[in-house]
């Protein structure tokens, strides 16, 4: 009812936002067209239409914008701690390789043999310390990405964005990345041309 007394207060501000949605789902229709035609039918007027009348104001833009700057920094700091956790273990097995080099060159010849099957088991353990931590490292990667999907479409879904919900279908999730890729085609679009609200 607010809106209603709003809009018929100021009919100009109603004409403009109306002629704002036709030139947003008009940039949609356009931008779809490089989608893959799976995609494209998948994506009906209507749905268009809300999406052009979700990115009215600009608010989803901002909010995109914000999400992909986690999203982002997430992907950096997941990348660091994959890089610091390679580091130690090229650290780690620098020094086995020196301190088996050290003890061979002091071995008696007679403990040749049982320093070496020591030697080779040690190096076999941690080969599989390793492999068990980069296994492990990936999987929390891998985990807080998903996580992080989950978050945007839940944000995404709050915000009132059409084709946002919480899912883990590969083929919602692709859709809702070509949605995002809309979103921020078009942000990019009135950005460079400054029609931006």
Known sequence: MDMYCA??????????QQERHYYLLSELQTLVKDLPSSFQ?????T?????????IDGTVY???QGLLDIQHLTEKNLYNQRQKLHSEHRALKQDLVRKHRQSLQTCKSHNLS???????AEAEALDQRVKEEQRMMDEKVV????QKVLDQQNTLEKAGVPGFYITT???EVMMQMNLLELILKLQQKETVSGSLL
Request: proline letters at 5%.
């Open 7 to 16: 809009v018929r207060d100021d009919p100009s501000d109603a004409a403009r």
């Open 41 to 45: 039918q998948r994506l009906s007027y």
């Open 47 to 55: 749905t268009l239409s809300d999406l052009a009348q979700a990115l």
């Open 62 to 64: 901002e909010i995109v």
């Open 114 to 120: 049982v320093l070496k099957t020591t030697q080779k």
């Open 143 to 146: 985990a807080e990405m998903d």
């Open 169 to 171: 279908n590969p083929q």
